[in-house]
């Protein structure tokens, strides 16, 4: 890390984690922190779902949340922003405090509950930069005290399939109480049955992903498998935050309620994502997140059978410079190893990682 993001980083963490957040949007929205000059090498682009990629390093939702800086998170050296968790109505999330770092183990706890503005206030921004480049996702979900939370889903598909690239169901999140229910077979197939009708009515038909949990058992990725292959989704994300907290070296924080991102997850999630490779085969797009701070643990996602990669919190603590230092390092890496293609890389340690889970 460089000597101005350590000032950086250092004046952030003086203060608490959810203040923090809104000084690096408040930051963004005024053009600061600037990313450095990320490489534009052609071995890096990757074309999935009809979409074209300038290079397979994306932000995960959870940062912007209401979709106020997409363009500025491209200009850290992402290849595609992904905004929300998106709600039909506002909703204030859950109480405060609900966000803890774990800083010895380089990562974060959250509960928040789908804090965000709502709709309504997302699709203006997003509507008012039609026309301007870079691939920005939209991931959807549904309110707390919502009395038909499919039918949320639905809504979000209309309202948001002709302003996002592609388009994300979460039903992962551990903080909206009853929401990973959804991942169960029965009320999955339904969820994506009513999810690409609503597509196949909207007036654009953007790509739509399901975002997965980690805590998930063999049987209970094998039905996700098979309603995402026979209901036609375009791809699956791997994964959410996890319950876990083996291994942590934090103190009685760690102990606090909530998902758990960052350095801990990458094993878990990077089992999860091999494993849900071998059981959708090699044509589904496949993202792969969590745990993702350097260079290596993005080829290694790739390796695990990911086409693109996303995070967040590396963000936190290796600072905005973080996507640019990750995008050179995979071209320097497609150069020396005399690749075509990053993607050429992809499964290579697929039968390795699926074996850990």
């Excluded at 890390?1 to 350590?6: A, W, Y």
Aim: glycine share 12%; hydrophobic share 40%; net charge positive.
């Amino acid at each position: 890390m460089s000597v101005l993001n350590r000032i950086g980083q250092k004046l952030l963490f003086s203060f608490d984690p959810e203040t923090a957040h809104g000084m690096s949007i408040a930051a963004l929205r005024c053009g600061l922190p600037v990313g450095g000059a990320t490489p534009r090498d052609a071995r890096l682009k990757i074309s999935l779902c009809g979409l074209e990629f300038p290079n397979p390093l994306g932000m995960a939702a959870g940062y912007d949340k209401n979709a106020e800086v997409p363009d500025a998170l491209l200009g850290l050296g992402f290849g595609f922003a992904e905004v929300g968790t998106i709600t039909p109505l506002p909703q204030p999330g859950n109480p405060k405090p609900r966000i803890f770092r774990l800083t010895a183990d380089e990562a974060v706890i959250n509960r928040l509950g789908f804090n965000n503005e709502g709709h309504a206030a997302a699709e203006k921004r997003l509507a008012a930069r039609k026309g301007r480049p870079g691939i920005v996702g939209v991931n959807i979900g549904a309110n707390k005290d919502s009395a038909d939370r499919i039918g949320d889903y639905e809504r979000g598909v209309a309202r948001f399939a002709q302003h996002a690239s592609y388009l994300t169901v979460n039903i992962s999140s551990p903080n909206t109480p009853g929401l990973r229910n959804m991942q169960a077979r029965e009320q999955l197939g339904e969820l994506l049955s009513r999810v690409m009708a609503a597509r196949a009515a909207a007036s654009a038909q953007p790509p739509v992903f399901l975002k997965i949990a980690p805590d998930l058992v063999e049987a209970e990725l094998e039905d996700i498998a098979a309603e995402v292959a026979e209901k036609k989704i375009d791809g699956v994300i791997v994964s959410n935050t996890t319950l876990a907290r083996t291994g942590l070296r934090s103190g009685g924080v760690a102990n606090e309620t909530g998902g758990l991102s960052g350095k801990p997850l990458f094993e878990r999630s990077t089992a999860v994502l091999a494993r849900m490779r071998k059981l959708l085969g090699p044509n589904m797009a496949i993202v792969g997140v969590g745990g993702v701070d350097s260079t290596e643990t993005a080829l290694e996602k790739i390796r695990a059978g990911a086409d693109l990669v996303q995070f967040y919190t590396g963000m936190i603590y290796a600072g905005p410079a973080l996507p640019g230092r990750i995008v050179a390092g995979m071209a320097r890496f497609v150069e020396r190893e005399r690749l075509k293609s990053i993607a050429e890389l992809r499964d290579s340690g697929c039968e390795r990682w699926s074996g850990r889970l």
